[in-house]
């Protein structure tokens, strides 16, 4: 008998999002605990149309918050998050995280339809 060990998934020096979490609101995106950075780019597309992508920080250095997505503005979907940088001792990554966007904020106009005759309700 053969017993596999679990298969982890490694998003490298991006500490968060998590891969594969779903998301709202205005989502911090922070490197991973004891990397320092000293050039990079960190951007992101959705999956269904991934040449529109959108640069969140064009020189990502330091350590810590590196940049924010604010999902309000963005329609419910899957996203991919890519870092590509370099680290303070002089190591390239590419590193990226999925992420939903889901839950009741989406962007863009919202539209209410009414069918049928209007027919005005007052109370006694």
């Known amino acids: 008998m ?47 149309n991934p040449s ?12 810590g918050q590196i940049g924010s997505i604010d999902t309000t503005t963005l329609l419910n979907g899957t996203y991919y998050l890519v870092l590509n940088a370099t680290d303070s001792t002089g190591k390239t990554q590419s590193n990226g995280a999925w992420i939903v966007v889901g839950g009741r904020l989406q962007a863009g106009p919202r539209y209410h339809y009414s069918y049928g005759p209007h027919v005005p309700v007052r109370s006694p």
């Open 52 to 63: 529109a992508v959108i640069t969140l920080n064009a020189n990502t250095t330091g350590s």
């Open 2 to 48: 053969t017993v596999n060990p679990p298969v982890t998934v490694s998003q490298g020096w991006i500490g968060s999002p998590v891969d594969h979490s779903q998301v709202s609101g205005i989502v911090p995106v922070t490197v991973a605990s004891g990397t320092t950075l000293t050039s990079g780019t960190l951007s992101y597309y959705p999956v269904a």
